[in-house]
């Protein structure tokens, strides 16, 4: 098949939420044409090009507005609201996507809620990659911040609207996990299909025989729950945890922590990295990962990640929803509260020094149910389907 791809940024450096599109793209790529147009921010590298160039036939990229200020996110937002409009992308992503589309592709992936806008009415039958329910996890997070309350307000909005428009309008559209179409959807099933993450278990093995003795939370810290996440363990979780191990150290390991972030992390026993190169060794020193997320969607790679790398996790229930998979059970332990998450970590570092054996059941979980291969070819039947749907001759 001849695939048009298109995505809300750029498909790497693999630590930002575009792994998933990277990983999809490179099984795909061994037995069909993509040709990648994605939307980037400003300041992109160019030299990332490079890193998906021997999967795909074409790639390009668009630049966005500068974001960064409250006015010009609210404008982009705004934008997002009128039908039709590219809430702020440029005109050109717009003109060159209705050019590439003239150019006889047999189906379209729409990757982000960005840039549904720009690809109405383009005549390629479309396979929509919502991944996550974006709409519901706005919600859920305006009860734990305070700040920017009418951007998030106008942000879901526009992202139910625009999940609203890809559920009629795609041949098929794509989730991460069940919970994220159910959040979206409802009881409907038509037409849904869930396409989860993966791992890659050649990047995320241990080298060490024995855990460390740290907590670790990990992630890209301007996503809003690992943000709130954060701070929460800082302020609410590790006072407790230091109750019972008074030399506990905590480590937040990620981009772009936040100023309130960073002013919690001056806390003793604290560690805020910022952007690191490599998360394993941070991982290779853990007695425990700590993801007390309070709002969330779709999957939490970090927490594939760690299981992968054999360490023990302590996630709330709407984290551990995301890595469910029907009849198996994450072996995780879930808890809820500072004082559930303080006592489920404070036992397992007390476990650690007892026994510091790697939890291998982590790990044959993740190979178990999160293999990139398996998921690519669930989306390449959807690809398939679209395009017989269109009356077009089905690929082989």
């Known amino acids: 098949m001849r695939v048009l791809y298109v995505t809300t940024g750029f498909v790497y450096p693999l630590t930002a939420g ?7 793209i490179r099984e795909l790529g061994a037995r069909h044409e993509i040709t990648l147009a994605s939307l980037v921010d400003p300041g ?104 920017h309350v009418l951007s998030d307000l106008i942000e879901y909005l526009q992202s139910r609207g625009v999940e609203r428009w890809l559920a009629r309008r795609a041949s098929s559209v794509v989730f991460a996990s069940e919970r994220d179409r159910r959040l979206v959807l409802g009881d409907r099933t038509d037409r849904a299909v869930i396409v989860p993450n993966g791992v890659d278990l050649d990047a995320w093995t241990r080298s060490m025989p024995r855990l460390g003795d740290a907590v670790v939370f990990f992630g890209n810290m301007s996503y809003p729950p690992n943000d709130d996440a954060a701070v929460h363990l800082v302020r609410e979780v590790l006072a407790l945890v230091r109750g019972s191990h008074p030399a506990a150290e905590l480590h937040i390991v990620g981009t772009d922590p936040s100023d309130r972030l960073l002013a919690a992390g001056r806390a003793p026993g604290v560690t805020v990295t910022g952007y690191v190169d490599d998360v394993a060794p941070y991982l290779e020193r853990a007695a425990v990962m700590a993801a007390p997320l309070r709002f969330a969607s779709g999957i939490q790679n970090e927490i594939l990640q760690a299981l992968a790398m054999e360490v023990p996790v302590v996630a709330s229930s709407v984290a551990a929803e995301g890595i469910r998979v ?15 998450v303080a006592a489920a970590v404070s036992a397992q570092l007390a476990a650690a020094r007892l026994d510091p054996a790697p939890h291998r059941a982590g790990r044959e979980y993740v190979v178990e149910h999160f293999d990139w291969s398996a998921s690519a070819a669930v989306l390449e039947r959807a690809l398939v389907d679209a395009v017989a749907g269109s009356g077009a001759p089905s690929p082989r």
């Open 44 to 147: 992109f590298d160019r030299s990332h090009l490079r890193a998906i160039a021997p999967f795909v036939e074409h790639v390009e990229v668009f630049g966005s507005e500068d974001r960064s200020s409250l006015p010009q996110r609210m404008q982009r937002k705004l934008g997002g609201l009128v039908p039709g409009v590219a809430g702020g992308a440029p005109r050109e992503m717009r003109a060159a996507l209705r050019s590439l589309a003239a150019g006889d592709f047999d189906v379209l992936v729409v990757a982000g809620r960005r840039v549904a806008p720009i690809v109405r009415g383009l005549p390629v039958p479309i396979v929509a990659d919502l991944c996550d329910a974006a709409g519901a996890r706005i919600l859920a997070g305006l009860r734990h911040r305070n700040v």
């Open 18 to 24: 575009q792994l998933r599109h990277y990983h999809l």
């Open 326 to 340: 029907p009849g198996a059970d994450p072996p995780i332990t879930i808890a809820d509260g500072a004082a559930a």
